[in-house]
């Protein structure tokens, strides 16, 4: 890519130095020189041949603060701002509970599924009673469903348990 198109008010030592510059957010001018390139330019892919994805998630806030004071290519700015969400999006981390269900979880579904197919219940019959869906009795019984007080209260009454032995 030819950085240079947009950077076309800097002398040639100037231009020589500009890829270095944006390889490091600590350089005393690598705001200024980034927010000149994302002013310029609204092309993620060549913005990223330049600068590191990383390196702009990290920097975006300062950049952001630097152009907020300038008041030039609003237009731009929240381009890019829509491109830095994306990103903290797409490098979220995923939730925790992807994993085994809790064992507590699994203890209560077994108890419930036990209970339910001892008195020769369907999921779908009993869901129905208990007011919910029978997608969502699958996931109790298999443990991978947090239950709240109520909803487990409201299905021990059904089945017609006493006592949860955990």
């Known amino acids: 890519m030819n950085i240079n198109k947009y950077f076309w008010s800097l002398t040639p030592?100037?231009?020589r130095e500009i890829?270095?510059?944006?390889?490091?957010?600590?350089?005393?001018?690598?705001v200024d020189r980034c927010f000149t390139l994302l002013s310029r330019c609204d092309d993620a892919k060549e913005v990223f041949s330049i600068i590191d994805r990383s390196l702009?998630?990290?920097?975006?806030?300062r950049v952001r603060r630097y152009?907020?004071?300038t008041n030039q290519s609003p237009d731009f700015k929240a381009w890019w701002e829509t491109?830095?969400?994306?990103?903290?999006?797409?490098n979220k981390p995923k939730k925790a509970l992807q994993g085994n269900p809790a064992?507590?979880?699994?203890?209560?579904?077994?108890?419930?599924?036990?209970?339910?197919v001892g008195r020769k219940i369907s999921q779908r019959d009993f869901a129905r009673q208990a007011g919910m869906t029978q997608?969502?009795?699958?996931?109790?019984?298999a443990g991978k469903k947090n239950l709240t007080i109520e909803t487990l209260s409201r299905l021990c009454?059904?089945?017609g348990i006493k006592t949860l032995p955990l």
């Open 13 to 15: 030592q100037a231009l």
């Open 19 to 30: 890829k270095t510059i944006l390889k490091n957010p600590r350089h005393s001018k690598f």
């Open 56 to 61: 702009f998630i990290e920097a975006w806030p």
């Open 67 to 69: 152009w907020a004071r």
């Open 83 to 90: 491109v830095y969400e994306q990103l903290l999006q797409k």
């Open 103 to 116: 064992e507590t979880f699994m203890a209560i579904g077994k108890i419930i599924k036990e209970k339910r």
């Open 135 to 141: 997608p969502d009795i699958s996931a109790i019984e």
């Open 157 to 159: 009454k059904i089945l």
